[in-house]
């Protein structure tokens, strides 16, 4: 059997993602919080992993035991802006608390400031569906930055902010999120709005800290034709790479933003990248179908032969992970790239190793080509809570219980250390964790 190391360059960052409303608990002042108690989620956040309680300090002590060096979370803006005229200097002390904690044990922060929740006061009256919100969530990041800078200059403006307006606002997402409404032009609002956000989030930043990189965490969702010969299918294809893919990081890099039905012109987004965030899970094929008007005629789905995660949430596909690359160096040139998200769901274990190594060989392959890929956070350093889909999707390397606040480690938490520590993924590795896809990725 072949015997080899597929290392990553010095420096390269290791970690897990989390964001605030699906670990801290106790999150009360927001929109999902809302949403939650109204019967929409398979159960409730509740006490979540009890960050705020404090468990951070523990959590944080096995990501640094098991060799990694960052870690990306995201701070709650209900919490620090309860009400419109009122900030909580006792939140942002914990969250100064929360940083130093990375600092001291080794871990470089990345920190997003909005991860799918709007305080209610913000949802309460027009959310992101005005320009009204940009000032405000501006506002709200110069106080957060000025507060939080001396610990962290890798920021994060908003997560998957297009999942955001497809899943809140458009019924051919899961049309399971706030507000539950189903309205493109809506959802096309809501994401220029979005964009507007980010660029006047960008440049408070970069006054307030000058050596900051900024960015946005992307869902890169890749779409394969389920028949390459037709062309209804390869028009359905484009759509929907245009509208998920396209929309947000272009405008980002032109000022336009581009919709499967026409471009809106956001000038003043031009530039506001400093780094390419990179989310990817999984790939879906997508078919022409008449019947589906609210997405243009498009329906996605999964490859019947596909390798699927405990609830078939996702499909592991990890060639995606590299197409994705591929078109992220090719479409934005000297962008560095983060993978900012990538994981699976499973509660035994089972899929969750071979998801791992397959998908850091995909990035070894990018970075063998020189693309800028600088580092890779697993989602997730724990269980939490899946948003509408509650508890029972589980995400972490360690299992948790919510009731009794129980970790366990899972296998895979094992494997990811010894990635970290090594800075790379060896043939030993995969055939004490997954031998099953040894010939696969280290052929004879
Ligand atoms: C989101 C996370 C979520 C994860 C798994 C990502 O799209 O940013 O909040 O938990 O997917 O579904």
């Given at each position: 059997m072949p015997q080899a190391t597929y290392h990553f360059p010095k420096g390269f960052l290791w970690g897990t993602a989390t964001s605030a409303h699906q670990v801290e608990g106790n999150n009360t002042n927001n929109n999902w919080h809302k949403w939650e108690q109204e019967g929409h989620t398979n159960g409730k956040s509740g006490l979540a992993c009890d960050w705020w309680?404090?468990?951070?300090?523990?959590?944080?002590?096995?990501?640094?035991?098991?060799?990694?060096?960052?870690?990306?979370?995201?701070?709650?803006?209900?919490?620090?802006?309860?009400?419109?005229?009122?900030?909580?200097?006792d939140a942002l002390e914990k969250y100064r608390a929360m940083l130093r904690g990375l600092k001291d044990r080794g871990l470089t922060a990345m920190v997003t400031l909005h991860h799918f929740t709007d305080p209610l006061w913000l949802a309460e009256v027009h959310g992101w569906e005005t320009e009204e919100v940009v000032p405000l969530f501006e506002k709200f990041v110069r106080k957060t930055v000025e507060a939080l800078k001396e610990y962290c200059s890798l920021w994060c403006t908003l997560n998957e902010p297009t999942g955001y307006a497809v899943n809140g606002y458009v019924d051919g997402g899961s049309g399971a999120f706030p507000p539950g409404q189903n309205n493109l032009r809506l959802a096309l609002r809501v994401q220029a709005n979005l964009i507007r956000g980010h660029a006047a989030a960008y440049r408070a930043i970069?006054?307030?800290?000058?050596?900051?990189?900024?960015?946005?965490?992307?869902?890169?969702?890749?779409?394969?034709?389920?028949?390459?010969w037709s062309p209804l299918d390869r028009w359905v294809q484009r759509n929907f790479f245009t509208a998920v893919n396209l929309g947000f990081p272009f405008a980002l890099a032109s000022g336009i933003m581009k919709t499967p039905i026409g471009?809106?012109?956001?000038?003043?987004?031009?530039?506001?990248?400093?780094?390419f965030g990179f989310n990817y899970y999984t790939r879906e094929v997508v078919a022409f179908d008449l019947r589906k008007v609210n997405t243009l005629f498009g329906r996605n789905f999964f490859r019947k032969e596909a390798d699927m995660s405990d609830n078939s949430f996702l499909a592991n596909e990890p060639e995606g992970m590299y197409e994705g690359m591929k078109w992220v160096v090719r479409t934005f040139p000297n962008l560095p790239i983060l993978v900012s998200e990538n994981g699976v769901e499973c509660a035994d274990d089972h899929i969750r190793p071979r998801y791992i190594a397959q998908h850091i060989h995909q990035m070894w392959r990018a970075v063998n080509f020189n693309w800028p890929v600088k580092g890779y956070f697993h989602w997730s350093l724990t269980d939490n809570f899946e948003w509408d889909l509650g508890w029972t999707h589980r995400f972490g390397l360690w299992s948790l219980d919510p009731e009794t606040q129980k970790r366990v480690k899972r296998p895979s938490a094992d494997l990811f250390a010894e990635i970290c520590r090594e800075n790379g993924l060896s043939s030993a590795m995969v055939e004490k964790y997954c031998p099953e896809v040894f010939g696969e990725l280290f052929p004879s």
């Open positions: 309680g404090g468990r951070w300090r523990e959590d944080f002590d096995r990501a640094a035991e098991t060799g990694q060096n960052a870690h990306r979370l995201s701070v709650e803006w209900s919490r620090i802006q309860p009400a419109p005229d009122r900030w909580d200097e970069h006054q307030i800290q000058p050596e900051a990189r900024v960015g946005f965490a992307h869902h890169y969702r890749s779409f394969a034709p389920q028949r390459a471009s809106i012109r956001i000038p003043e987004a031009k530039g506001t990248q400093d780094y």
